[in-house]
């Protein structure tokens, strides 16, 4: 069994105060001298707790004010197939989405080899830039594209994809139910385009999440690639066994 340090025994006991406390997302922690007080140790032992916190995402440090609780990530797994903006909404976070194009394509060579169709397969490609709202600001958190066939979605543009969820008008509209996904997860560094779509600067380490998806008979469904602000955004391995040996430990990539 792994031993805890004195500073990560006080980092878990002041997540504990959190809960007890039932301190929520934007709520001021007590200050160091105090925290040091009422655990009985070092100023020191608190700061390098709360930095421990701070790094996990648990709380934020404020210059010349102190720290405060952090808004909860949107947690996604890495196993499963389902909506961010379900996601989102179990986590108690609205989103909003912005349609920045939505075009018909037919596959390259490469781009048919990665989805295993034939060259010049139709397909709808999305892209989309998903926002959080945050105290009524919107908060760019990921930058989407998706790639659905033509054949399984004919007159898919005449939906509305900034009010209602692709994966939804996929069910409802089309009876086209994912049934199983692949899913790549990757740290990637933010080029121009991105960083000015999700509001930070150039080279920002972001997550790329890949995925593909198909139906219960095997049929494609849809390819999507996101690039996620990792701020905004943790995953989850969802596999029991390796959950049990990590102690459901997420990740925030």
């Known amino acids: 069994m792994k031993l805890l340090n004195k500073d990560a025994f006080i980092a878990r006991e002041i997540k504990y105060f959190i809960m007890k406390e039932k301190l929520t997302e934007y709520m001021k922690l007590p200050a160091e001298r105090e925290l040091a007080e009422h655990f009985q140790v070092q100023r020191a032992t608190v700061r390098s707790a709360l930095q421990m916190l701070v790094t996990e995402g648990v709380i934020e440090a404020r210059k010349r004010s102190g720290y405060y609780i952090r808004p909860q990530k949107i947690e996604e797994g890495l196993r499963g197939i389902s909506s961010f903006s379900q996601k989102a909404l179990e986590c108690g976070k609205q989103l909003s989405n912005e349609l920045l194009a939505f075009e018909r394509i ?80 990757e740290i990637v560094y933010a080029n121009q385009e991105e960083a000015k779509v999700l509001q930070v600067s150039n ?50 990539l």
């Open 106 to 185: 037919e596959t390259d060579k490469g781009f048919s080899a990665k989805i295993r169709q034939p060259i010049g397969f139709r397909m709808y490609k999305i892209t989309r830039v998903r926002y959080l709202i945050n105290e009524g600001i919107r908060l760019p958190v990921a930058l989407d594209y998706s790639f659905i066939p033509e054949q399984i979605a004919p007159k898919l543009m005449k939906y509305n994809l900034e009010e209602r969820s692709l994966l939804e008008i996929l069910k409802a509209e089309y009876q086209a139910a994912p049934a199983r996904g692949e899913q790549i997860v």
């Open 203 to 252: 080279m920002t380490p972001l997550v790329k999440k890949t995925g593909i998806t198909y139906d219960a008979d095997e049929q494609l469904i849809e390819y999507i690639f996101s690039i996620k602000r990792k701020d905004w955004v943790v995953f989850k391995q969802c596999n029991p066994l390796i959950d049990q040996k990590l102690g459901g430990e997420q990740y925030g």
